[in-house]
């Protein structure tokens, strides 16, 4: 069923999720005549999406939800060659790899959307119209149409030009353009969507088809999220949180989330989370009033979790954070969730069996055997949450998890994980 254009823009507003758009008013006008075909696209500059990513997939979801029929583009082309990047010239990667890439990032991203019904989901690549072009005819059909003066006054070029930019990446917003007409072409679409930093490559599509087919169509940005101090949203110190859990684990991820800031968090609910209004709001409000308890945050990390990895991987992740601190069961960790915990957490390794104090060292939760010892006297050491009183108890598979994980504590907070070699 379609949702009219008051509601969806209204909640898409609310959500802070519209920070471009061609024109609202228009665009309003055009979803209410609807269903509109729209597509949002992803570039395989890597082997996963990741969670920047993710605010494009979801509002594709949402517009779907709202009763449009969304098209997935990956970019087996655009990835051959790479939007610029303020820092300089991308690394260009094997075709073999790329296409490697676009498998796996069409079967992430597909997971989000329905492929049944009225508005089904259709995915696409674009190398599929731009492989077999000749250079003339896309320099005649498409170049043509592409004054320079207006590409080199695009902010990221501008900033390039004095370090240098390669006449590849220059030209990569011509690719770009060409994948908005060539979906509104065969496919009707009449709507693309992306974050804030693709907005001088989604306005140039729409000038482009413009210009060369006299057709009005539209196009709406995201902002880029970011940390209370303005940094990059989506990035550690350990780098990108990505969506592929041999990547980034879900316990990883859950922590992520559960950490987030509570100046940001309510922000991150409307835009990860499907929650309702009076929902967020109330969680809102809950966090102003109690912020130790972390509601809002806990329910982000729930929903966000359970989203990309499944309601199962979510639950471990609860189960393990509140194990690692003495609130659960270790023994019902599974050797998979405890890998994950282990990668994440830090900690080293250990031959055979070994003392508690070197245990405890590998764990990393003391720098050295001494201040082990301290430790185990002051009776701030664990091992698998058990109190652990003497300094000379040996280590054996029969103590360990899975026979080969310790779990080590010094007082409250500081856990680490020490795996037998």
């Not at 228009?26 to 597509?39: I, K, M, N, S």
């Not at 992520?256 to 969680?283: C, H, M, Q």
């Not at 019902?332 to 070197?358: K, M, P, W, Y």
């Not at 050295?368 to 664990?382: F, H, L, M």
């Amino acid at each position: 069923m379609l949702m009219r254009v008051n509601a969806l823009l209204e909640d898409l507003s609310w959500r802070g999720l519209i920070a471009h758009s061609t024109d609202l008013d228009a665009l309003g006008a055009h979803l209410d005549q609807g269903p509109v075909r729209f597509y949002v696209g992803f570039d395989p500059t890597a082997q996963s999406v990741h969670t920047g990513n993710l605010v494009q997939i979801l509002l594709a979801k949402r517009l779907q939800d709202a009763g449009h029929r969304p098209f997935l583009l990956v970019g087996g082309a655009t990835g051959l060659i790479g939007d610029p990047k303020e820092s300089g010239e991308r690394v260009m990667n094997t075709k073999e790899l790329v296409h490697e890439w676009v498998d796996k990032i069409r079967a992430q991203v597909s997971g989000y959307v329905s492929f049944e019904g009225e508005n089904a989901a259709t995915m696409v690549n674009n190398y599929d119209w731009t492989a077999n072009m000749s250079v003339l005819d896309f320099l005649r059909d498409v170049g043509k149409h592409f004054p320079v003066n207006r590409m080199l006054a695009r902010d990221v070029v501008a900033r390039r030009l004095e370090a240098g930019i390669s006449y590849t990446e220059f030209s990569y917003v011509l690719l770009q353009s060409m994948d908005y007409r060539e979906l509104n072409r065969r496919h009707g679409v009449t709507l693309q969507t992306g974050g804030s930093d693709q907005w001088g490559n989604i306005a140039a599509g729409v000038e482009l088809i413009r210009r060369s087919d006299q057709r009005r169509v539209h196009a709406m940005a995201t902002p880029l999220l970011t940390k209370a101090d303005g940094t990059k949203f989506g990035k550690t110190e350990s780098g990108t949180v990505w969506l592929d859990a041999n990547l980034t684990s879900p316990y990883a991820m859950y922590q992520f989330f559960l950490n987030a800031e509570d100046a940001k968090v309510v922000d991150y609910l409307k835009v990860f989370s499907f929650r309702g209004r009076e929902e967020i709001e109330a969680l809102e409000q809950a966090t102003l009033e109690a912020p130790f308890k972390r509601a809002a945050q806990r329910a982000l990390a729930d929903d966000v979790t359970e989203l990309v990895h499944g309601r199962s991987e979510r639950d471990a992740a609860v189960a393990a954070a509140a194990a690692l601190f003495g609130r659960g069961a270790l023994e019902e960790l599974t050797e998979h969730t405890l890998t994950s915990v282990a990668r994440e957490v830090g900690g080293g390794s250990f031959d055979g069996d070994a003392s508690i104090v070197d245990v405890l060292v590998a764990g990393g939760v003391v720098d050295s055997r001494g201040a082990a010892r301290r430790a185990v006297a002051e009776g701030g050491a664990y091992l698998n949450n058990q109190r652990v009183e003497d300094p000379d108890l040996v280590v054996g598979a029969d103590r360990l998890l899975h026979g080969r994980f310790a779990v080590v504590r010094r007082g409250r907070k500081t856990v680490g994980v020490a795996e037998r070699a």
